[in-house]
């Protein structure tokens, strides 16, 4: 099963290599190596994999952090609504089943309300067909960087 989920991803990547999709526009400069690979991008919609790591372990017996995996989920959501100042506002998450060093995580994420500057986004995460992670990802897509923002012009002294 895990060289037939191989085969779907490696076929996926090259769609993704030979045909034109929508262009990343946040997150640009994350660390795929702890937050997944895009492999997929159209409006409205991401699919990310991780690939887990020795690095990721956190017991003698190859558990895999759960910050990892919310990391992965994460910048699916943020990919999906692919706005340059899209932020995380609050999740709503599930980890349904443990993940080991070595498995390959999918993360399906897709937009499905837009209310202004909010979005709402679920994510689900699959180990081949076994659902380890469900969430709610409420984000909102700020005028600026949320580091430039001047948070302080309405405090009186």
Partial sequence: MAKEQATDIM???????????????TH?????????EIIKLESGYAKVVLDTTEVMR?????????????????????????????????????FLAP??????????????????????VTVRGFVHEIKVFEGEFKTVVTERH????????NIEP
């Avoid at 640009?28 to 997944?36: A, D, F, K, L, P």
């Avoid at 959501?77 to 899209?86: D, G, K, L, T």
């Avoid at 949320?146 to 012009?153: A, E, F, I, P, Q």
């Fill in 28 to 36: 640009e400069r994350i660390n795929t190596v702890y937050s997944g």
């Fill in 99 to 120: 993940v080991r060093v070595g498995d390959s995580v999918t993360f399906e994420a897709t937009e499905h309300q837009k209310e202004g500057r909010k979005r709402n």
């Fill in 58 to 94: 956190a017991d003698d017996v190859g558990l895999v952090h759960g910050g990892f995996i919310f990391s992965a989920a994460d910048f699916a959501a943020m990919v999906a609504v692919n706005e340059p100042n899209v932020v995380l506002a609050s999740c709503n998450c599930l």
């Fill in 146 to 153: 949320v580091l430039r923002l001047d948070l302080l012009k």
């Fill in 11 to 25: 076929n996926e990547m090259i769609q993704v290599a030979i045909s034109p999709q929508t262009a990343l526009n």
